[in-house]
């Protein structure tokens, strides 16, 4: 049976302010979560599951046990969480979001 891919979340505030000093990849921007998604794909194929969504606008709010974590815990964003467990809170580039998958993938000895 072929094992379920591995949740991916990225999480930010697009209404929120931005780093003028590249301290990060913007995530509010299409063209950041499109060439994420590519190299993702291109480096696990179908065992990850990236999704995006955006605290700002309604229609793409995390599901309600991340949102409230993030609000609880006061978690800087953007956010990675994988299965709904926060990684990496802050500045993060895909470089970052494939080393956390790919350890994740090992962890799950897949």
């Not at 072929?2 to 299409?30: E, L, Y």
Request: aromatic share 6%; net charge negative.
């Amino acid at each position: 049976m072929k094992a379920r891919p591995v949740p991916v979340a990225i999480v930010d505030d697009s209404s929120g302010g931005k780093c003028d000093a590249r301290c990060g990849t913007d995530w509010s921007q299409a063209e950041s979560r499109e060439s994420a998604s590519r190299a993702l794909r291109a480096r696990f194929g179908d065992r990850v599951k990236l999704a995006f969504f955006d605290i700002a606008q309604a229609e793409t709010l995390p599901p309600p046990g991340l949102l409230h974590r993030i609000r609880a815990q006061g978690f800087s964003l953007p956010l990675l969480a994988i299965d709904g467990e926060p990684r990496i809170a802050g500045y993060f580039d895909i470089r970052m979001v494939s080393d956390v998958v790919e350890a994740e993938l090992e962890m799950r000895n897949e």
